[in-house]
């Protein structure tokens, strides 16, 4: 098995690549949970998790075993309940693996968070899914309701003496409630605003109560860490990253799609091998690797592995690992004003430098593109991308992000940016674009 | 909104709205915990989310209908205005946009004959713009109630538009 997360939805092609319960347990599914659950310490799955060096694959990549180990145990969690929340609000733009996962293998993620509520003792686990992933939202509600039936969620799973409630919360909407202590806001039924930290989720998240938020592609790896072991999972990552992950392309290639592969595929075997190369006509003029929030990184850089360090490094993130592909046809000046509007409007509005500051910005960039720019624009949009951008300024990252493909851009493209203010206009407008 | 609350309006949810609505708060630590998921199962039934509608729900809750309406009026999916038959969301990200947004906007508005937040005058769609859809490999992308719709064209949109009546 080298393919942890998809191998099931492969073998499922013939259902349209959906896993029922039946070919879920047939291919050893809930055989993890049943036998950590049933004959582990939380302590000890928290560590197999934590030797595996899974990261977390929603963007932030932090080791998902660390995160786990910060929730108070036994006692000295206090009464009441912990909360393992799957964030499942997957509303990165360019990104569509998590509904992936979800739509043709749920039990995978159902097994995950069963997993992942015993590692840190929660007795409720919520499933955050974005208002519009209708299909994804009843596959999951229909695969709760199946592993209850069975005794694999409820009151004493697989016959243990450990009980766990789960339920599917369907989001009202908003990007804001991908970032964790705005989820929290949103599955208390309030306003989607981040909270200030400290406190961190783990002592003080939903309700107040120890709580561990895991994107779903995170959960969805932790069943066959525990079935196969770690030094299994790190011998999956050709890089120095352990694990597969699924990695997507799209914009103008030949084959747009997802694919699991190992951690450290190089961006061009993803590229030109998956995703076919470019189309015809077209050139690749930059990507943004890993979302609408991650730094551009141009050809110079097809080279590097897909790992959290090495993009890192070249001053990117790997993000979602989901990348959108920027051809010679796209004028980067309107892309921005495109990407700006986006984070403009998805502000919660409660910081000032982010709900004054987003708009700013993206005003300044239609003035550019339709010929409206003075000289010194540019200036004044790194002085205030500086600002806005810099973290501290604000509850979380959400300016910070959007200050990502911002900066990027000027720093790659700043040449572009002046034709539009000496030309009084877009030099594209009436090219390749139409 | 008026400060006075109509009893009789109070009265307005149905047993299956209620009923939906305290299966919600069964597994949640308090009633107010379940705003979002309440305003959800009534805008289900009703398309949208009236004044008459939020004051029930508010007084269900046990909360003041001020504080649900800020929590109402925070989410892009609760609506706070009539929708037509058909709600378009049509996906202006980046994947999208690289993909040929624009035109399909264009055509959108020219077919339609409204533009974002607005509906048809015969009722039959409402426009709205939304972030990612989520299916990026197939951009551009639209969702018409919740059906996913990938690699729209222009030319491909009439066809699209008719199976909604």
Known sequence: MNKPLTERIDAAEGSGGRVSLDAYERADGYSAARAAITSMTPEEVQGVVKDANLRGRGGAGFPTGVKWSFVPMGDAAGPGHKYLVCNADEMEPGTFKDRYLMENDPHLLIEGMLIGAYAIQADRGYIFIRGEYHDAARRLEQAIAEARAKGYVGDQVFGSSFSVELAVHRSGGRYICGEETALLNALEGKRAEPRTKPPFPPVSGAWGRPTIVNNVETLCNVPAILRNGAAWYHALGVGEDAGTKVFGVSGRVRNPGLWELPMGTPIRELLEVHAGGMQDGFELRGILPGGASTDFLTAEHLDLPMDYGPIQAAGSRLGTGTMIVIDDSVCIVDLSRNLQHFFAQESCGFCTPCREGLPWIEQLLADIEEGRGQPGDLELLEKNAEFIGAPGNTFCLHATGAMEPMNSALKYFRAEFEAHIEQGGCPLRHGKAG | ?165
Not at chain 2, 92 to 97: H, I, P, T
């Open chain 2, 1 to 165: 909104m008026s400060e006075v609350v109509n009893v009789q309006l109070i009265s307005a949810l149905s047993k299956a709205e209620t009923a939906a609505i305290e299966a919600e708060i069964a597994h949640l630590p308090n009633r107010e915990s379940a705003a979002i998921s309440a305003l959800r199962i009534v805008q289900e039934r009703r398309g949208w989310i009236s004044d008459e509608s939020l004051h029930a729900i508010a007084h269900l809750l046990g909360m003041s209908a001020h504080a649900l309406d800020s929590i109402a009026t925070f989410y892009n999916l609760i609506y706070r205005r009539p929708v037509g038959r058909h709600v378009l969301m049509l996906c202006d990200s980046v994947s999208c946009y690289v993909m040929g947004y624009a035109g399909i906007r264009e055509a959108l508005i020219e077919k339609l004959g409204i533009h974002e937040g607005e509906t048809t005058a015969d009722g039959r769609f409402t426009y709205l713009p939304n972030v990612c859809l989520g299916a990026c490999d197939r951009a551009p992308v639209l969702m018409i109630d919740e059906d996913l719709i990938g690699n729209v064209a222009p030319e491909g949109l009439d066809e699209v538009l008719a199976r909604y009546e």
